[in-house]
């Protein structure tokens, strides 16, 4: 399987902007970008995905390198909320069904 | 709210019994997903049905078995639990089966192991 790779934390300050970044440089052309977060005692969240062009949705954008090799989700103001475990996944070809979580990166929020 | 129910919320019992871990999807959803999430491994894929089959299979034990029912829940039998079962049991839904589908997320299962 095509693993991803994501630092282990990251912080930032209240209404700024967020890049968390994400390498994934054995990706397939078949393979989806996928991001999730999982906020304590709470299940994943979908927050967006994309294949090769850059996606925003009312929660974040998501950046796709020409290469496809990275990725960074861009949360444009954060808030506390959105303190989170984020999770960048590959889901494509035979394994389209399996999601393989890292060990994500943990996002500190600072009022 | 996602609109995936999972039930029980939490669950305790002993080493060598059985549970069932009951998943309703969100409404419409033909694929469910489930997963386990434990301290020491993060949140592992378990397997998938789409539509009542059998669709995908990841690490999954043989003591532990799901299926998913004409009414689109699916249910996770766990048995012969040992210690190292302790963990969180999530269910997930999406639409339709596919690389481009994004997944839906319960609250999850809490099993404990005494």
């Known amino acids: 399987d095509a693993k991803t790779t994501q630092p282990n934390s990251m912080e930032s300050n209240e209404e700024e902007p967020v890049h968390l970044p994400c390498n994934h440089s054995?990706?397939?052309?078949?393979?989806?970008i996928h991001w999730y977060r999982q906020l304590p005692s709470q299940g994943p969240e979908y927050v967006i995905h994309?294949?090769?062009s850059n996606v925003n949705n009312r929660m974040a954008s998501l950046a796709i390198a020409e290469d496809r090799k990275s990725s960074t989700l861009i949360l444009h103001r954060a808030t506390l909320r959105d303190a989170a475990v984020y999770y960048c996944?590959?889901?494509?070809?035979?394994?389209?069904?399996?999601?393989?979580f890292g060990d994500g990166t943990t996002l500190t929020v600072k009022p | 709210d996602s609109g995936v129910t999972q039930t029980p919320k939490h669950l305790i019992t002993a080493t060598g019994q059985r549970v069932t871990l009951r998943c309703s999807p969100r409404s419409g959803d033909l694929s469910v997903y489930w997963y386990q999430q434990s301290l020491d491994q993060g949140l592992q894929f378990l397997i998938q049905y789409y539509n009542g089959e059998e669709r995908a299979k990841g690490n999954i034990l043989e003591r532990f078995s799901a299926q998913q029912f004409p009414d689109l829940h699916s249910e996770l039998n766990l048995s012969s639990l040992e210690l190292g079962d302790s963990a969180l049991y999530f269910c997930?839904?999406?639409?339709?089966?596919?690389?481009?589908?994004?997944?839906?997320f319960g609250d999850g299962t809490r099993l404990s192991i005494l």
């Open positions: 054995t990706i397939s052309g078949t393979d989806y």
């Open positions: 997930a839904s999406s639409a339709f089966t596919g690389v481009g589908q994004p997944q839906h």
């Open positions: 996944i590959l889901r494509g070809g035979a394994n389209a069904g399996k999601s393989t």
């Open positions: 994309g294949l090769t």
